[in-house]
């Protein structure tokens, strides 16, 4: 991109590492070779057959494939490109809020709950809309500020590059439970209107040595599956994996695990649509965002996450496989994504969604 060099608070080669230190528990997740599933190997299927099953969250090593590249390389011009979003004055974002039940556009701090007491949020983001980045200019759907129509190529690749290397997955994972792989294919065509979106988070430097903000509450992903790249710890997923989406606590015992940010890996996640698809045998992790941890807390914090989601018109019921157990909403004829996804963001306590 043809920017003048200008002073950048995301500066990744300048991070000190994650803390090795008891106080800052960290999670086991299983890391799957991307090469290798593009590649049908069974062993590696297998693993990440397992870890989806039971904790939600993988790392995935991005290395060796072409979509790979694009997401390790172009993560660090989205975030660089969401630097200059985020610095845009507040009166220019808030021109971007969300309309029409969809949630792309800017969320300003605080407006989402953290807690049942209301303690607002920390962290900014920006979403943009797959849809709208893939296709002309006179097609889109909305307004876009000027450093994100710049960036429109950009965009656009990474889009393909996540949406496809969730359908992978997600492929691998119908092939599992005898589910016929076209009646999820069908349910995320990649042109056709979706939520899927591009989200550039900020959040703030940590005011304090104990953690005090939450940057992003507790939740489970709604959408599909979820392609995360981040540099800085932060996030953190509850021990204890649970198959109920709800809204902001934890609905078993359990803690809080950190999740060590891995060089060349996404972190990927399945949301509760993958749930529903399943009849609760694939798991979305719960998870949330804080501070960074010990001296990496002194940075601004920056992640680019795309949530692959549910075409707005396709019906979310619980899809027929030979490993999915039998549900009532199977012969129903299930309700539309699009009002699904609202309701689950209406359940999270988001306050600025456009009705
Ligand atoms: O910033 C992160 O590391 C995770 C963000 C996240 O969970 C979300 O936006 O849904
Ligand atoms: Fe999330």
């Given at each position: 991109m043809?920017?003048?060099?200008?002073?950048?608070?995301?500066?990744p080669?300048?991070y000190?590492?994650?803390?090795e230190?008891?106080?800052?528990?960290?999670?086991?997740?299983?890391?799957i070779?991307?090469?290798?599933?593009?590649?049908?190997?069974?062993?590696?299927?297998?693993?990440?057959?397992?870890?989806?099953?039971?904790?939600?969250?993988?790392?995935?090593?991005?290395?060796?494939?072409?979509?790979?590249?694009?997401?390790?390389?172009?993560?660090?011009?989205?975030?660089?490109?969401?630097?200059?979003?985020?610095?845009?004055?507040?009166e220019?974002?808030?021109?971007?809020r969300?309309?029409?039940?969809?949630?792309?556009?800017?969320?300003?701090?605080?407006?989402?709950?953290?807690?049942?007491?209301g303690?607002?949020?920390?962290?900014?983001?920006?979403?943009?809309?797959?849809n709208?980045?893939?296709?002309?200019?006179?097609?889109?759907?909305?307004?876009?500020?000027?450093?994100?129509?710049?960036?429109?190529?950009?965009?656009?690749?990474?889009?393909r590059?996540?949406?496809?290397?969730?359908m992978?997955i997600?492929?691998?994972l119908?092939?599992?439970?005898?589910?016929?792989r076209?009646?999820?294919r069908?349910?995320?065509v990649?042109?056709?209107?979706?939520?899927?979106?591009?989200r550039?988070?900020?959040?703030?430097?940590?005011?304090?040595?104990?953690?005090?903000?939450?940057q992003?509450?507790?939740?489970?992903?709604?959408?599909t599956?979820?392609?995360?790249?981040n540099?800085?710890?932060?996030?953190?997923?509850?021990?204890?994996?649970?198959?109920?989406?709800?809204?902001?606590?934890?609905?078993?015992?359990?803690?809080?695990?950190?999740v060590?940010?891995?060089r060349g890996?996404?972190?990927?996640?399945?949301g509760?649509?993958?749930?529903?698809?399943?009849?609760?045998?694939?798991?979305?992790?719960?998870?949330?965002?804080?501070p960074?941890p010990?001296?990496?807390?002194?940075?601004?914090?920056?992640?680019?996450?795309?949530?692959v989601r549910?075409?707005?018109?396709t019906?979310?019921?619980?899809?027929?496989?030979?490993?999915?157990?039998?549900?009532?909403?199977?012969?129903?004829?299930?309700?539309?994504?699009k009002?699904?996804?609202?309701?689950?963001?209406?359940g999270?306590g988001?306050?600025?969604?456009?009705k």
């Amino acid at each position: 991109m043809p920017h003048k060099e200008e002073h950048s608070e995301f500066t990744p080669d300048q991070y000190p590492p994650f803390p090795e230190d008891y106080q800052f528990p960290t999670v086991e997740l299983t890391t799957i070779s991307l090469q290798k599933l593009e590649e049908n190997d069974g062993p590696e299927k297998d693993r990440a057959f397992e870890a989806f099953k039971t904790r939600g969250f993988v790392y995935l090593n991005l290395s060796g494939t072409a979509n790979g590249e694009t997401i390790s390389q172009g993560s660090n011009d989205v975030a660089r490109g969401a630097e200059q979003t985020f610095a845009l004055p507040l009166e220019e974002k808030e021109k971007y809020r969300p309309t029409n039940k969809a949630l792309f556009g800017y969320k300003l701090v605080g407006a989402t709950k953290t807690d049942k007491a209301g303690t607002p949020d920390t962290a900014e983001f920006f979403n943009i809309s797959k849809n709208d980045m893939i296709v002309d200019d006179s097609k889109m759907s909305r307004q876009w500020p000027n450093v994100v129509l710049e960036r429109k190529p950009l965009y656009a690749k990474y889009c393909r590059a996540a949406h496809s290397t969730g359908m992978l997955i997600m492929d691998m994972l119908a092939d599992k439970l005898g589910i016929d792989r076209e009646d999820i294919r069908q349910r995320h065509v990649l042109e056709e209107m979706a939520g899927d979106h591009i989200r550039m988070t900020r959040g703030p430097p940590r005011k304090s040595a104990e953690m005090p903000e939450i940057q992003t509450p507790s939740h489970t992903d709604f959408g599909t599956i979820t392609i995360l790249m981040n540099w800085l710890g932060g996030l953190q997923v509850w021990s204890e994996s649970s198959r109920k989406a709800g809204p902001l606590e934890p609905d078993v015992p359990g803690e809080w695990l950190w999740v060590k940010p891995k060089r060349g890996c996404a972190i990927v996640n399945l949301g509760d649509a993958a749930v529903k698809y399943t009849n609760g045998v694939l798991c979305s992790g719960r998870h949330r965002v804080i501070p960074s941890p010990g001296e990496q807390g002194k940075y601004p914090r920056y992640s680019v996450v795309y949530f692959v989601r549910p075409c707005d018109h396709t019906k979310m019921k619980t899809l027929k496989g030979h490993s999915v157990p039998p549900a009532d909403d199977q012969d129903e004829e299930g309700i539309e994504a699009k009002e699904w996804i609202y309701q689950q963001a209406i359940g999270l306590g988001s306050n600025h969604l456009g009705k």
